[in-house]
């Protein structure tokens, strides 16, 4: 109670400015740092895409199951339900979400909500309307209400101008999708917001990031299908050539940064918009590794419009920045990453599967 109070308090000290900004600034950092033993209210957007519900895994662990909420505007299944709160959320209304935050007290933000690289391509409007318009929405409203906002970036942020190995924190960026200019777009507002309003605002620009969960319309997916593919059927057609270098991370790795990243004190942060990374390999190389445990892989190599895509983006990320301002770190390569996968998906599909087919021969 007490400390709901503080929380009001300072909300609506600042907006009658009878506190020094300073003092504004420390009482708020308490409450979102937890010292006031209070731990953030969280609230996940586009919360069943490929990092939603492991995100929430995570977060939960650190934060209590019921201090993060999961949203979409997905029904979810059985097992989401049950693994705590999940709420309907539409990010393109703005009354809805205003709702939300008020009614569930939310400190934090973390807005997942995006059309992918290759599917955003099949459908610009839609794109513009969820990657752009939704991205307007979310900084408005933690503005507003003095949120923490999250807003991941990515490879895709850069364009054939940039320079592709390394790829540097500040750089040409001129993307060729309309992703990427909605994510350049998010990480230009999100600052000016930081620097108009003080919104604390942080973006980090991922890699492609490989988990079993099956991501969806992007063009690193490659990189997760192969372990499906091949630990069924020992065969993979590929779309994009066997050289194509793109940087990557594993889930686990990607997931841990954001909460670090999240935590870092402000003064730690020189910059609103970090790269980072964990490796960079080509779809030949990962082939490879992989033969280890398909030992008759054969993978065949049918370059489509992802290429194009794919050849623009930077081929080896430079996150030297996060490294050195919030000591990042990663901890897979891709011998980590490849073992991990491999186990993950024949442990959670293929015999999840193989024992529903057996159960329902029986029947
Ligand atoms: C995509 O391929 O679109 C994403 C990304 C790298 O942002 N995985």
Same mark, same amino acid.
């Given at each position: 109670m007490f400390r709901k109070c503080l929380t009001s308090l300072v909300q609506n000290t600042v907006s009658v400015g009878t506190l020094t900004p300073k003092a504004t600034e420390f009482l708020r950092r308490s409450v979102h740092n937890g010292s006031l033993g209070r731990p953030p209210k969280i609230l996940i957007t586009g919360g069943l895409g490929q990092l939603g519900i492991e995100c929430a895994k995570l977060l939960r662990s650190q934060y209590g199951k019921n201090n993060v909420i999961l949203s979409d505007i997905i029904k979810p299944n059985d097992a989401i339900c049950e693994s705590g709160p999940y709420i309907f959320a539409d990010i393109l209304d703005f009354k809805g979400l205003q709702k939300i935050i008020v009614d569930h007290q939310v400190d934090w933000l973390i807005h997942f909500s995006a059309l992918l690289s290759a599917v955003g391509e099949q459908n610009v409007p839609l794109a513009v309307k969820v990657n752009i318009e939704g991205v307007h929405n979310v900084i408005e409203l933690a503005k507003q209400y003095k949120l923490r906002i999250f807003v991941p970036s990515t490879i895709g942020a850069f364009g054939p101008d940039s320079p592709r190995n390394p790829t540097p924190n500040v750089t040409i960026q001129r993307? $060729?999708?309309? %992703? +990427?200019?909605?994510?350049? $777009?998010? /990480?230009?507002? +999100? /600052? @000016? @917001? %930081?620097h108009k309003f003080g919104l604390d605002f942080r973006c980090l620009r991922f890699p492609g990031v490989i988990s079993s969960d099956p991501p969806g319309g992007g063009t690193t997916d490659y990189a997760v299908a192969i372990f499906h593919e091949a630990l069924r059927t020992g065969k993979y057609t590929c779309y994009l050539r066997p050289d194509t270098r793109l940087p990557m991370m594993y889930i686990e790795d990607c997931l841990r940064s954001l909460l670090e990243f999240m935590r870092a004190p402000s003064e730690q942060l020189k910059r609103r918009v970090y790269n980072v990374t964990a490796m960079s390999f080509t779809p030949e190389e990962l082939a490879y590794k992989l033969s280890k445990y398909v030992p008759n892989l054969h993978v065949t190599y049918q370059p489509d419009s992802r290429q194009q895509i794919a050849d623009s983006w930077p081929e080896v990320f430079d996150d030297s920045e996060a490294r050195r301002d919030w000591n990042w770190q990663h901890k897979y390569d891709l011998d980590g990453?490849?073992? %991990?996968?491999?186990k993950d998906v024949q442990e959670n599909y293929i015999n999840v599967e193989n024992g529903q087919r057996r159960a329902s021969a029986k029947i």
């Open positions: 993307p $060729h999708t309309i %992703y +990427g200019v909605a994510k350049v $777009h998010a /990480e230009l507002i +999100g /600052e @000016y @917001y %930081y990453l490849v073992d %991990y996968m491999v």
